[in-house]
């Protein structure tokens, strides 16, 4: 089955300053790959997803690359802000009725 | 248009107490997942549904846990004679096709 990792576990930036968090995953049949975002008490939010026909996507200060090759993605946020702070999960797998596997998570700081 | 709605937001119960979970889906959504989360953990899928059907249950627990999405009504997560490791927070999301959407969860506490 799949199996997600994630680093890092925690990060500490900058506001203003960039933060890229990066996931592997193991399951070559993956082919959809959501971020979620996590504030305390609240369920995770879908921030950006990707494809695997395409390498990269923007929206704003945030932005997810691919490498189906090495079977990477990472997460980058730009101009971080405090409301960034929270925790992020990545997850793997089918565009559709397919459970997805997630990453432990990463806990980010922006440090005013 | 309202979101993953769960309930009862929090949940306390005495060990070998019922613990009963509520998730509507968002209008026009027929496919229900349900994930466990522990403290400072990720989500670990548990349940897979769609309207009157069991797709994929291969995260639930062998002994205790049970699920429907009935025709009417929401989908139940059912925790039989709850022990402390069942304490954590439980999130439904649902689906129409890609990316899930998630509800708020349910936390539950068993003393």
């Known amino acids: 089955g799949e199996n997600v990792e994630q680093h890092p576990s925690t990060l500490s930036v900058q506001e203003g300053d960039s933060a890229v968090i990066k996931c592997t995953y193991s399951d070559s049949a993956s082919n959809y790959f959501p971020w979620y975002k996590q504030e305390l008490g609240k369920g995770p939010q879908l921030i950006i997803d990707?494809?695997?026909?395409?390498g990269e996507k923007k929206d704003q200060r945030i932005a997810v690359t691919l490498n189906k090759t090495a079977k990477h993605f990472s997460l980058h946020i730009t101009e971080t802000q405090p409301e960034d702070s929270a925790v992020y999960f990545c997850?793997?797998?089918?565009?559709?009725?397919?459970?997805?596997?997630f990453g432990p998570g990463t806990r980010l700081s922006v440090l005013p | 248009n309202a979101g993953v709605m769960q309930n009862p937001r929090h949940l306390v119960r005495r060990r070998g107490q019922e613990a009963r979970l509520r998730c509507s889906p968002m209008k026009g959504h027929s496919h229900v997942y349900w994930y466990r989360q522990l403290p400072e953990e990720g989500l670990k899928f548990m349940v897979y549904?769609?309207?009157?059907?069991?797709?994929?249950e291969s995260g639930m627990p062998k002994e205790r846990f049970s699920a429907e999405f009935p025709k009417e009504g929401p989908s139940i997560l059912r925790i039989q004679q709850v022990v402390r490791g069942d304490s954590a927070a439980y999130f439904c999301?649902?689906?129409?096709?890609?990316?899930?959407?998630f509800g708020s969860g349910t936390r539950l506490t068993v003393v």
């Open positions: 999301a649902s689906s129409p096709t890609d990316g899930y959407t």
């Open positions: 990707i494809r695997s026909n395409v």
């Open positions: 549904l769609q309207k009157e059907n069991i797709i994929d």
């Open positions: 997850a793997a797998g089918a565009n559709y009725g397919q459970n997805f596997v």
